[in-house]
């Protein structure tokens, strides 16, 4: 099973989409994340995906009608041939029988596209907690999670020690990662190769591991990654400046470099 690291484009809203492809592929990684880009963009953004040999994961964001939102947001992802569609589907105050009518309408809607779609572990989305998602994975055997641990660090104000009963029937069900490392009081820290996140940096690395050797017992050929660190309101800032505490860039490469070291050992 091939490891491929993709960047997303949050964060590099300051440099042209031109140069934004340029410094991603120059830095070696195998694609772009973000939702799929307006009118004004579309053309350019296709020639840049051909151009620097690019694959592509599309994002989504439903609301209002979620359904509906999911449906037309789904049918122009998939006008772009993305290797995988990202969700971020669903509402946490949504009664449960609202959600499970939702990801059963949107496993329906999923089949008829041919392009994998994950659902991601989000605040403020259905499955911003362990319990709330395991309950709608029993319910809806086909869906697929986009992994991002680090919100439920948030909501459960720890590293999930007491989760792992939980952890280990959600992580087979994951199909793609948001590598962020999050801790008990926050969803990013601010720089993973800290001595002082080194808890967090592990309890995150057994999560991916227990994904990976899932997914390569599953039969899958690839598993795709991102370093999903974001800019300041999730990076932190030193007051009154707000200048950032690290550089997001080289925290991103920096997760990059540690994920594809890992990976022969996580598999071994």
């Avoid at 087979?172 to 820290?189: F, I, S, T």
């Amino acid at each position: 099973m091939k490891l491929k690291v993709f960047k997303s484009l949050w964060g590099m809203e300051h440099q042209t989409l031109e140069e934004r492809f340029a410094l991603i592929a120059a830095a070696g990684y195998a694609g772009v994340e973000c939702a799929p880009p307006g009118p004004e963009e579309e053309g350019e953004f296709r020639a840049l995906l051909d151009r620097y040999g690019l694959e592509y994961s599309a994002m989504l964001f439903t609301s209002g009608d979620h359904i509906e939102s999911f449906r037309s947001q789904l049918e122009r992802a998939a006008s772009f041939s993305p290797a995988l569609i990202n969700a971020h589907s669903a509402k946490d105050d949504m009664p449960y029988e609202e959600q499970l009518r939702f990801y059963r309408q949107a496993a329906e809607i999923e089949r008829t596209f041919g392009i994998p779609v994950v659902h991601e572990t989000h605040r403020g989305r259905a499955m911003y907690t362990p319990w709330t998602t395991e309950r709608l994975l029993d319910d809806v055997p086909e869906l697929r999670l986009c992994a991002d641990f680090s919100h439920w660090c948030v909501v459960c104000e720890s590293l999930l020690e007491d989760q792992a009963e939980r952890m280990a029937k959600i992580t087979p069900r994951a199909a793609y990662v948001h590598a962020r490392v999050g801790y008990a009081e926050g969803p990013q820290v601010n720089h993973p190769a800290a001595p002082e996140h080194a808890d967090a940096l592990a309890a995150h690395d057994a999560w991916w591991r227990s994904i990976a050797r899932h997914k390569r017992d599953q039969g899958a050929e690839q598993l795709i990654f991102v370093p999903e660190f974001g800019p300041p309101g999730y990076l932190h800032t030193l007051p009154f400046t707000r200048q950032p505490v690290s550089d997001l860039w080289e925290v991103c490469l920096w997760m990059k470099n540690y994920l594809e070291s890992r990976w022969d050992e996580w598999l071994a």
